[in-house]
């Protein structure tokens, strides 16, 4: 699964579950390392990194980036083979 298709996925998922998305394209205003998709739902909000492979390699910033939201309420690194259990993580969550 190519990483444009699973953030489609991921973004069509989060909206089934009531969820406002985000999804960002890098561009000036952005904080370097933001996560691909930012999502909230009530009181709870989260940011998912989509890559394209377990192996995929971070650009600067983002896995401090995803600690640093997840310290604060839920961020994940997102990738085809792991996008099941996420997503069993969060139909617990939403």
Known sequence: MME???QID???Y???KGCDVLV???QP???NGWED???F???FWGTIEVKASKNAKFQPFQSERIKKHNNWSWARAVHPD???DIKKELDVIL
């Open 37 to 39: 998709i930012t999502f």
């Open 82 to 84: 792991n996008w099941d």
């Open 29 to 31: 205003g952005i904080p």
């Open 41 to 43: 739902k009530e009181s």
């Open 10 to 12: 991921i973004k069509k």
């Open 4 to 6: 444009k298709k699973l």
């Open 24 to 26: 960002i394209t890098p």
């Open 14 to 16: 989060l909206k089934s």
